[in-house]
């Protein structure tokens, strides 16, 4: 089978061309033609010798692995793409513009063994990884179609980046490359529900930022939401944080899903400023975005404010993240690529 170009980060593409007998330079040159200029064919790269073209030919492919097959718009703006897979499963990015920000929301694999209760994909359950192909394709042709707008990128869509580290990391390789795509790495970010051992690894291995779904204030009720915590309490999770490399002049960001009546009250808002003081971070609340068959509830405008203002009299950075795209199945939480969703939630079984 002919190697996918595009599944390659840029070193591994260096060591694929030296094998073919080329110079390693030459898979700058690739990378450029494919990422930079969005050209798909060896045939048109000129600035490659003819019997190169012809041994790439043989070799390898530049295959788009993604077929759009819905693009709905909400009223705020965000928009909502539904690919299909070449094994016909489906996945959701979001694109969401914020004054000159237009970030993408990608996905990192199909559906999620996380398994957290407030979430539409863990009904999914986990099906596969992406590939690194199809990670990249994802901005590729999302890009492209906004005239090449997209500022930032965030894992954030369908499935935990980090139970698919080494695509993840491949695709931001790909993504910050100066002869590729050539995004500043402040402009990425791995969000995570806690998988302390990979948050560890990510932070060798990648200079990003790194954003981690918090969401409860106690292990009790974080254990209620998300399996995960089972297996990583709280305090793990946290000790992990505090050594994870921050880039310069950004933070650590805590999301934290606000659900009524369960995560919501005075007493949770000063256990999580406690638990967070003395961290660099910042705090993202986010309403919770109703959705059947998930029967949680948001909570009312001033049972957010009040919180938020609790945590910012501990002097902590937070702000309360507008939901986008809810009218669309868009926002966070909410995707689920049209899948039944009567089943059951799955429990962490890393
Ligand atoms: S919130 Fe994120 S980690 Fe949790 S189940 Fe949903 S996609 Fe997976």
Redesign the pocket.
């Known amino acids: 089978m002919k190697a996918n170009i595009k599944d390659f980060d840029p070193a591994e593409l260096e060591g694929f061309i030296s094998e073919l007998g080329e110079k390693p330079f030459r898979a700058k040159q690739i990378g450029t033609w494919i990422f930079a200029k969005s050209v798909c064919k060896f045939s048109e790269m000129t600035d490659l010798s003819l019997s190169f073209r012809e041994k790439l030919e043989q070799s390898a492919e530049i295959k788009s692995t993604l077929t759009l097959t819905c693009e709905k718009e909400s009223i705020d703006g965000t928009k909502k793409y539904l690919f299909e897979l070449f094994d016909g499963n489906k996945i959701e990015s979001v694109l969401i513009p914020e004054g000159r920000r237009n970030t993408l929301c990608i996905s990192s ?1 199909v559906g ?5 209760t ?5 009904r999914v359950g986990k099906i596969r990884n992406l590939s690194c192909s199809e990670i990249v394709d994802q901005y590729l042709t999302i890009n492209k179609l906004n005239g090449g707008s997209i500022t930032n990128i965030v894992y ?5 980046p980090l139970d698919n580290l080494e695509n993840t990391i491949r695709s931001i390789r790909v993504f910050t490359n100066s002869n590729y795509i050539g995004l500043s790495p402040k402009r990425i970010t791995v ?3 806690g998988l302390v051992n990979k948050i560890k690894e990510l932070g060798e291995k990648i200079n990003i930022n790194l954003s981690v ?1 918090l969401n409860a204030p106690s292990d009790a009720i974080r254990s209620e939401i ?1 399996p ?1 915590n089972k297996r990583f309490p709280i305090s793990t999770l946290l000790e992990e944080c505090k050594r994870f490399p921050i880039l310069k002049r950004k933070y650590l960001t805590f999301e934290y899903v606000i659900i009524k009546d369960l995560n919501d009250s005075i007493r949770d808002a000063n256990e999580l400023a406690k638990l967070l003081k003395g961290i660099k971070c910042k705090i993202n609340l986010i309403p919770f975005n109703e959705a059947d068959p998930i029967s949680y509830k948001t909570p009312p405008v001033q049972r957010v404010l009040d919180f938020q203002k609790i945590l910012s009299s501990y002097g902590l950075n937070v702000k309360i993240r507008k939901s986008r795209g809810a009218d669309i199945l868009g926002a ?2 909410q ?1 689920a690529a049209s899948y039944p969703l009567d089943k059951k939630i799955k429990e962490v079984v890393h």
């Open positions: 694999q999620c063994a996380m398994g957290c407030f979430c539409l994909t863990a954030m869509g369908m499935g935990e969000s995570t529900s779904s998300m995960i966070c939480g995707l």
